[in-house]
């Protein structure tokens, strides 16, 4: 691999980044609760496999956002006009990130919630 053309690779990945956190609410949303997650980590001092858990579904979660919004953005391309396929394709897309989110959640009430009801 040429390395001039594998650290353009990263710069195209900051841009997508940067776009999507401009463009996405949800993807705003997720940062926001990916952020005060790490910050209630370090205050109650979790665990490391804590942190392995938190770390793993908050890559997931938003990784999941951008594949989200990619296929939104691909559907819209392919299919400007309103079709059934395209709408079915794009709440595909969402559901999923609904369901690690959820899922985020659990993983999320079973790390903080204990150590919540501790320090009452």
Do not use: C, Y
């Not at 999507?20 to 005060?36: G, S």
């Not at 793993?56 to 391309?77: C, Q, S, Y």
């Not at 400007?80 to 595909?92: F, R, V």
């Not at 959820?102 to 790390?111: F, L, R, Y």
Request: proline share 3%; no cysteine; charged share 20%.
């Amino acid at each position: 691999m040429k390395p001039k053309k594998f650290m353009l690779s990263f710069k195209f990945a900051g841009h997508g980044l940067k776009d999507v956190f401009k463009q996405e609410q949800n993807f705003r949303f997720h940062t926001v609760a990916a952020v005060l997650t790490i910050t209630a980590g370090f205050i109650f001092r979790i665990s490391s496999i804590e942190w392995l858990f938190i770390t793993l579904v908050i890559g997931n979660v938003m990784a999941l956002e951008l594949i989200n919004t990619a296929v939104e953005r691909t559907v819209d391309l392919i299919s400007p006009e309103d079709h059934p396929l395209a709408k079915k394709a794009k709440d595909a897309g969402a559901a999923s990130v609904l369901i690690f989110s959820v899922a985020a959640a659990v993983v999320g009430a079973i790390i903080f919630i204990p150590k919540m009801i501790s320090m009452m």
